[in-house]
């Protein structure tokens, strides 16, 4: 696959993690469970090194969704801290939730993944207490699983939260129980490879505030190439 600009990538992961109308206005959610998809933000940034991207929902005013794009236009590309321009959107939709995270690309093939195995619908069984990835898997829509195994059954598990045909964005989770044992790394690790295998690019998300989801990150030498912002 042909390197692509951290740019590219950010656009990649958009239309990972939303559906977009004809005119690039967000819709939904892209959640991998087709059925009860939820709304996107009303508002999306995607700041790289290279440049930024920015998105409003379909339903938004013309006259709001202009002063957005007029607000985004004055972002410089990405450096530390949060948008120049986050009190002034913050503003324009008061009272919204909001998440603002780092956005990873996993690139290189790392040795824990021997700890892990690929769960399909012939050992989903191991996904007992994982019942929406082991329901999607017997359904048939869900993309690579890798999980890691104590006693037979899953205690970590990463799967495809976010699908396309050209990406997929990590979903990560590991019982209370088993943290700390570097089960999350060796899911994760395995998950990366199977997506690249399948010809698509292997992204991971997280927020600034989820500091063991970072270290995950870091452990697998993620390449950071931008970062998410949404609003609404």
Known sequence: MKPLS????????????FTLSDAGKLQLINDTAAEGRTPAPRFFLGR????????VRHDLSAERAGELDALCRT????????????????DLLPDSEEWRGPAYVLLERHSATARAVM????????LEAFP??????????????AAVLVGGQAVSVCFCSRLTPTAAEAGLH??????????ALAAAALWA?????????ALYSTSWENV???????????VMYGEDWSVG
């Open 6 to 17: 951290s740019l590219e990538l950010m656009r990649e992961q958009v239309r990972a993690l």
């Open 48 to 55: 790289t090194r290279e440049g930024n991207i920015w998105h």
């Open 75 to 90: 972002e410089p590309p990405l450096s530390d801290g949060p948008p120049n321009i986050a009190d002034a959107v913050r």
């Open 119 to 126: 769960v399909t619908s012939e050992n989903a069984e191991a």
């Open 132 to 145: 929406y990835t082991r329901g999607q898997i017997l359904a048939g829509a869900a993309g690579p699983v």
């Open 174 to 183: 590991t019982l209370e129980d088993f943290r700390g044992h570097g089960y």
């Open 193 to 201: 490879e199977l997506v690249r295998h399948s010809g698509r690019l």
């Open 212 to 222: 063991a989801s970072q270290a995950v990150a870091r452990k697998l030498n993620a």
